[in-house]
């Protein structure tokens, strides 16, 4: 199992990503939408199938779907068709087969790679970000002379990490938000801080983007930009889509950090997935139930009562 379960999951992981491509290429041709859960499910169970009866994995192709369409398929049974086709020529015509000379198999073999390999996308992602024609690149090389698990397996690796990166670029957080640096029309959004009166004592930090660990550097640095303590803080993250459990523990931290100096930490725009979380790590309650609000103007109106203002 040690030895296997490694290649057992890049081949599955390629299983998987070649079949959604092939659909999604099928799509394409003839302006239908595919089930990818039923289609990953379906291909699970036949490739357990194969494997009992000493079976290869299969999956779908792109070279085979591709003709399929251009052939007049539509639907499923011509997937059926073309499977019982396969299995008649290999029970009943399987001594003819063994005849066909290896050289003209060879020759079959070069023109559909390179028809799978679709150059005109190889030389458009290399025109693309470098990044990701390094991973390209690497990817190929290491196809070729090392072996295609670790390829697949490196490529991986480097795009997340790649979708990491970037990620963390378009995440950002600030005291002061776009409207308040001079290129912002306040018909954009009616919900900005700059339409609205904020007491004295209160700051308002704004965080854009995903809250994971990617961009907490930046929040931690932003945090720092505060002098003294305010009364309250308010933390608007009607622009966070989720939050993961680094950003919550940096979030207790804050909390722990408020406490100390006296100051109100309040929320605003709080998205489920984000509140969800909160919630089963117990931040939720730590933090008060009251301090977790849907807009800046009820989060405005909390630091107003805190402070005693009308």
């Known amino acids: 199992v040690g030895t296997m379960i490694r290649p057992a999951l890049t081949v599955a992981l390629l299983a998987a990503i070649e079949s959604l491509l092939s659909a999604t290429v099928a799509d394409g041709m003839i302006g239908d939408r595919h089930r990818p859960n039923a289609e990953l499910i379906a291909q699970g169970a036949a490739n357990l199938c194969s494997a009992i009866f000493g ?20 639907t499923p049974v011509a997937g059926i068709i ?9 029970f009943f015509c399987a001594p003819l087969a063994r005849m066909v000379p290896l050289a003209s198999l060879a020759g ?29 690149l690497l990817t190929f090389v ?10 697949v397996q490196v490529g991986v690796v480097l795009a997340s990490l790649l979708f990491i990166r970037r990620m963390s670029e378009i995440a950002n957080v600030g005291m002061i938000t776009r409207e308040l640096q001079g290129d912002w029309d306040p018909r954009e959004d009616p919900n900005a801080v700059a339409l609205r009166d904020v007491p ?4 308002v930090f704004e965080v854009n983007g995903p809250f994971f660990f990617g961009m907490i550097d930046r929040f931690k640095t932003a945090m720092r930009m505060i002098e003294k303590p305010p009364l309250v803080l308010i933390v608007r993250i009607r622009n966070v889509p989720a939050v ?19 100051t109100l930490l309040v929320f605003s725009g709080v998205h489920s997935q984000p509140l969800i979380a909160f919630d ?31």
């Not at 290491?142 to 390829?151: E, G, I, P, R």
Request: net charge neutral.
């Open 55 to 74: 079976g290869l994995p299969a999956t779908g192709a792109i070279a085979r779907t591709a003709t399929n369409v251009k052939s007049g398929g539509r």
């Open 82 to 90: 073309h499977a019982l086709t396969l299995a008649a020529i290999m």
């Open 108 to 136: 079959i073999l070069v023109v559909v790679s390179w028809n799978m390999s679709e150059i005109h996308h190889f030389a458009a992602i290399l025109r693309g970000p470098r990044s990701d024609a390094l991973v390209l």
């Open 142 to 151: 290491l196809t070729v002379l090392v072996d295609l698990t670790v390829a």
């Open 200 to 203: 004295d004592g209160v700051e």
């Open 244 to 262: 993961d459990a680094t950003g919550i523990h940096v979030l207790q931290e804050l909390y722990a950090q408020c406490r100390r100096d006296g």
């Open 280 to 310: 089963r790590s117990g931040f939720l309650e730590a933090a008060g139930r009251d301090n977790f609000l849907g807009n800046i103007d009820d989060a405005l109106n909390r630091a107003r009562s805190w402070l005693g203002l009308p």
